[in-house]
């Protein structure tokens, strides 16, 4: 898997010192291009300005990290990794020492081990928080390290009281600064990785803490709840807000009607909670889990992410058609998809007066409630009142938008309670049930038939794919032309991908469109998205048509939900069992699920786009300005310095 | 006079203008200290343009002011003392003279004490080692502080605004 280092690089606002050292190929031919060096012992042949680190790695050496993170760029500050180097003085730290001579290193003696240990132990003695309580127990960078390292005792001391408030504001990220050790991957992330800017390190040597501006809670910053500082904190100081408590109270509650509705991201990477290699799909035997752990009913978001496909992709046709056939200049496109809550916090911050080229189809997750406790439970005779709707998600923002005060379309919330990955494997974990040695079961009916097509919108550029294959299909009666439908030139790991496609003989209603180029763009990550939409307010994508974001990198399967660690090659290993599930499926384009043509049957009769369909299945937007207004919180502006 | 940072504006097509910053950020800090020098300190709302400025965000810059020590985030006393503690300093006795300051202003663990209008700190070096323990108040260098000169300075500080030969 080509990983994305290119992600992290042309993200990276950092200084090009600091940024990620690129190794790549060596070329034979350049005078002194590769250098070869001697780590423990061994010879490795590196190219010129590989880290001591990566050098370590291709030959198996472990150094230990922790500021250091393979989507970021440098930081060096916390010196774990330090090795000794001949004729250094000092012990060097190997993740920002570039080779440029063939040199002597040691990642191992007693003198660094000596060093690590008190490294540790000084982290420790500010570290106020017990591992039993903690979210990240068994699965904490720090944990690790101080067993590795021989830690029995606290050599410094250890910190008796908590030094500041647990921040408990956002719908989806809750932050323990007693828990933080400064490593600061979370700043890069959200100033680097998504260019939100929500976090910094504030004040100044022992008083230095991770805070947001003003030290205002994090629910009144910018932030976008992508969740994707959390997914890269190594220790328990970020974690997302966990609904369980309330979803076990509905589950033993037998008035209640709990059913759960699972997206495409989960299923290819819950099994990392139990142990399984990234990019093992655990689709059938998650079902099962998941309905022996009480809910009564397991749905599949894929089949509301048809429905997208098909009201997101009938409203981009009558843009098209306003704006092409009816020369309608007031028409806003490129049309950009809304089924990343962390996306369509980001515009209503950065892009308020973007938001007329937002798809005003809701989120899979938010069409899905609004079904639920409409269709479904109208079908089957139940009261919505008694209906809790659950979904599993890659996401944490999708706490956020199930929360917001629009979405309530069915008369009630649509989506009582969005679940991430992490939280539904620990649900399971309660339950003492193994995972990965279970039976098969299907998705229950209606709600669990989806296409290939819907699985696909976890990967970056899914949702462009699914859109290709329903409107090339739509507009000239024929398949998409790509081979075995893989839309190539959507897919990838680039952070902005382009692509274009000619539509010919198109069918009757369809003329307008006839010979014209449809133009296409996908981005992921944030800091992306925003690079393309300065393109936009420059007026460079005028002759686009459709422009898929996602908020977080790699779409919703990197999604700030998703079991940790993170890093390109997990990422990459969960998009191939994506694509690998899609390609088994019979079903593969939404238009065909055959309870998608019911619903439009039976209940938004008026097909995609109509009265009903826009009362339920689309959505506004808040103009939110990135203005923030510090009067509004009790903390205002403290004494400075 | 600190120079200040050009900004372009460029009007996009329909009509609205995008802010294109051509500073690097290595002249924040100037631009900070301008404004400082200025008001007595930045405000939300310089911090916020300030960001806006340089296409950086409003976190950042607070970031930058709370780590200086010289530049603050909300309005403060009318006088600033700032007592040395490097090194030197601290051997020369300035913890003594902190706590004579403190005794003076009557402040208690950190609270505010009576003199509302005067503000004690800390600073690093500031190059007046060879006349430890040394102070800054409120911008001027003040060297060879005595117990006996505290609360001489306290008491003129309270009365009236400053002038040089105040503790010349
Ligand atoms: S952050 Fe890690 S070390 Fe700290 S309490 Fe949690 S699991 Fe334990
Ligand atoms: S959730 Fe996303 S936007 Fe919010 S602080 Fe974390 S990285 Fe930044
Ligand atoms: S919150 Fe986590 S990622 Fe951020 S600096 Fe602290 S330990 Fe590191
Ligand atoms: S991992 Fe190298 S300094 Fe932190």
Known sequence: ?641 | MVKQCAVTKKTVKDGKEIIVCDETRSKLLPVLQGIQQKKGYISDKDMQETADRFGIHPVEVYSVVTFYAFLTSGPKARHTIRISNCMPNIMAGSGKIQKEFEKALKIKKGRPGKYKNIVLEETGCIGMCDQAPAALIDGELVGNITPKDVKDIVRRLSKKPLTRRDYA
Not at chain 1, 162 to 176: F, G, H, I, N, T
Not at chain 1, 470 to 493: H, S, W
């Open chain 1, 1 to 641: 898997m080509a990983d994305n280092k290119a992600f992290a690089r042309e993200t990276s606002r950092a200084p090009v010192s600091q940024r990620r050292q690129e190794t790549g190929e060596i070329k034979k031919d350049a005078i002194g291009g590769d250098i070869t060096v001697n780590i423990d012992g061994i010879a490795v042949k590196v190219a010129m300005g590989t880290t001591i680190l990566e050098a370590a790695r291709m030959v198996n050496i472990k150094i230990p990290t922790l500021c250091q993170h393979d989507d970021l760029c440098l930081a060096g500050v916390c010196r774990i990794c330090v090795v000794e180097v001949d004729n250094e003085r000092t012990l060097q730290a190997s993740c920002s020492y570039p080779i440029f001579g063939p040199i002597n290193i040691r990642t191992y003696s007693p003198r660094i081990r000596r060093a690590r240990r008190n490294i540790i132990q000084l982290l420790l003695r500010n570290h106020y928080g017990e591992c039993y309580s903690c979210a990240r127990n068994n699965n904490c960078e720090l944990q690790v390290l101080a067993k590795e390292y021989g830690v029995t005792s606290y050599k410094f001391g250890h910190i008796k009281a908590p030094r500041y408030d647990k921040d408990q504001s956002s719908y989806a990220v809750e932050r323990d600064m007693n828990k933080c050790i400064l490593c600061r991957r979370c700043v890069r992330t959200c100033i680097d990785l998504q260019e939100v800017g929500a976090l910094e390190a504030v004040h100044r040597g022992a008083g230095t803490k991770i805070s947001t501006y003003m030290d205002m809670p994090l629910n009144d910053v910018v932030c976008i709840n992508c969740g994707q500082c959390i997914n890269r904190c190594p220790t328990g100081a970020l974690k997302a807000k966990d609904p369980a408590e309330g979803i076990w109270k509905a589950i033993e509650d037998a008035k209640k009607h709990v059913i759960i509705q699972t997206a495409p991201s989960p299923r290819a990477a819950i099994g990392e909670e139990f142990g399984l290699k990234p990019g093992t799909s655990v689709t059938k035997k998650l079902n099962t889990a998941i309905k022996r752990i009480g809910f009564d009913k397991v749905f599949d978001t894929n089949f509301t992410a048809d429905l997208t496909i098909m009201e997101e992709g009938t409203e981009l046709l009558l843009r098209l058609k306003k704006a092409i056939a009816g020369k309608d200049k007031s028409v806003r496109l490129p049309q950009i998809t809304s089924c990343s809550p962390g996306w369509v916090k980001f515009i209503e911050h950065f892009y308020p007066g973007r938001l007329g080229h937002l798809s005003t189809a809701k989120s899979p997750q938010q069409m899905f409630g609004a079904i639920a406790k409409t269709w479904y439970a109208e079908r089957n005779n139940i009261d919505p009142a008694d209906i809790v709707s659950v979904s599993l998600m890659p996401c944490s923002a999708k706490k956020f938008e199930c929360q917001r005060p629009e979405m309530n379309s069915s008369g009630y919330k649509d989506v009582d309670y969005a679940l991430t990955t992490r939280e539904l494997a620990g649900m399971i974990k309660e339950c003492g049930i193994d995972l990965p040695n279970l039976p098969l079961s299907d998705f229950d009916d209606p709600l669990g038939t989806g296409s290939g097509a819907g699985l696909v919108f976890g990967a970056t550029g899914g949702v462009m794919e699914a859109a290709i294959r329903t409107a090339y299909e739509l507009v000239t009666g024929r398949e998409a032309p790509f081979e075995n439908l893989r839309v190539m030139p959507v897919r990838g790991v680039e952070g902005i991908r382009k692509a274009q496609i000619i539509i010919k003989d198109t069918l009757e209603q369809w003329k307008f469109l006839e010979g014209v180029t449809l133009k296409v763009m996908v981005a992921h990550g944030t800091a992306n998205a925003k690079k393309v939409m300065d393109m936009l307010c420059e007026g460079q994508l005028d002759d686009y048509h459709f422009i898929e974001v996602m908020a977080c990198p790699g779409g919703c399967i990197g999604g700030g939900g998703q079991p940790i660690p993170t890093g390109p090659d997990i990422r990459g290993a969960r998009i191939k069992a994506i694509y690998a599930e899609d390609e088994s499926l019979v079903l593969r384009k939404s238009h065909e699920n055959p309870v998608v043509k019911q619903i439009y049957e039976q209940y938004f009769k008026e097909g995609p786009c109509g009265h009903l369909s826009h009362k339920l299945l689309h959505t506004g937007y808040t103009a939110r300005g990135k203005w923030i207004n510090v009067k509004k919180t009790k903390r205002g502006p403290g004494s400075g310095s």
